[in-house]
């Protein structure tokens, strides 16, 4: 069976890691998506354990396991505005913080609080640059009406949310600022802010002086990001080989008949595919000119360099040959020893994983 394998010794590491540099300004752990791929309950029960008891979610059921499963008192903030009203009473149930992107959602937010006698808790998002959810800098008539009109809701905290924070260092910095503007003018209207947060994982790395009142982090807890840290990867594939194949010269493998073999090779067949995950990405932004021949560039050097795939057999980085299938792949074992049924490693992220089964070791 296809396991996808978390090591707890790396996620505390990571855990501890993140605490430190964090130096005592308070982790909201982000476990949208399933936890990225490692199971949103059993990832924030081990958060739990290393000290972290806020929480960011971005889907009802992800704030349901939590209260059903012993977090009854942690903070969980929801992420995006929600406008539906059945979702938002079952938000409200379970005591989750909503997040309040426009004056249409925090109207809604404000009634249904009313009708239920209840007071919302929710935090402020402003649009410094990502364009999903959030009030403009420019819109601070209409953030200051939330604390002076809607008496349902309790303002608890104000956020923003970069967009480049891994790549572009001078627009991080100028979204910064606006944030600050929006957050010194509120103050100077004799309003709480609450908790305020602006740091997703690359900011929380690249820029301490921007922790504010907490993090949130998400891809730095699995160790998985785009430029160089002291964060470990936390997880792989554990698989088997299936069965072994010795093909001639000249034979090939896989569709499109795209590798053909220089000599008689032996194959393990593994069955791991695209399909749960292997060598799949996110897709590259090819919005702007830069990403586009960036992208070109990088298959370029793919092409020229003939850059390969591997996966470890018995402790060897063994080559994945052909083209990898929706549920197999071929990988050349023509020069070490190995049977069928031996522990084959593979290297993917977690978040693209799928029909495989997830274990915590130690």
Request: hydrophobic share 40%.
């Amino acid at each position: 069976m296809n396991t996808y394998v978390i090591s707890r010794e790396l996620l505390e590491q990571n855990i501890r890691q993140l605490k430190k540099q964090a130096n005592g300004v308070p982790i909201w752990a982000v476990i949208k998506g399933d936890g990225y791929g490692l199971g949103a309950l059993p990832l924030a029960e081990l958060l739990a354990d290393n000290g972290i008891e806020r929480f960011c979610v971005t889907e009802v059921r992800e704030a349901e396991l939590l209260r059903e499963n012993g977090f009854r008192d942690a903070q969980i903030l929801m992420l995006r505005s929600v406008s539906d009203r059945e979702t938002l009473h079952r938000l409200l149930d379970l005591g989750v913080i909503l997040t309040v992107g426009s004056w249409e959602t925090a109207q809604m937010i404000d009634a249904l609080a009313r009708e239920r006698a209840d007071i919302a808790e929710v935090h402020i998002k402003i649009d410094t640059g990502m364009g999903r959810y959030g009030f403009l800098p420019s819109e601070m008539e209409q953030v200051v009406a939330l604390y002076r009109e809607l008496k349902h809701l309790a303002i608890g905290g104000i956020y923003t949310h970069f967009n480049c924070a891994f790549a572009d260092d001078r627009l991080t910095k100028q979204e910064f600022a606006e944030f600050q503007s929006v957050i010194s003018q509120l103050r100077a209207a004799g309003l709480e802010t609450g908790i305020v947060h602006c740091c997703n994982s690359s900011a929380f790395l690249k820029f301490p002086e921007m922790h504010c009142d907490g993090v949130r982090l998400g891809s730095a807890i699995l160790g998985r990001m785009p430029f160089r840290t002291k964060l470990r990867p936390v997880g792989y594939l554990e698989s088997e080989v299936e069965e072994l194949h010795t093909v001639p010269k000249g034979h090939s493998t896989g569709y499109g008949a795209v590798w053909t073999a220089k000599r008689e090779t032996r194959l393990a067949i593994v069955p791991v595919g695209w399909y749960h995950g292997f060598r799949v990405s996110c897709q590259p932004d090819m919005t702007r000119v830069r990403d586009c021949l960036r992208s070109a560039f990088s298959a370029l050097k793919g092409i020229l360099r003939r850059q390969r795939t591997y996966v470890e057999i018995n402790g060897t980085r063994c080559p994945v040959v052909g083209a990898i299938g929706m549920l197999h792949c071929a990988v050349d074992v023509t020069e070490i020893t190995c049977k069928t049924g031996d522990r084959v490693i593979v290297q993917m992220n977690p978040l693209h994983q799928k029909g495989v089964k997830v274990v915590y070791r130690k």
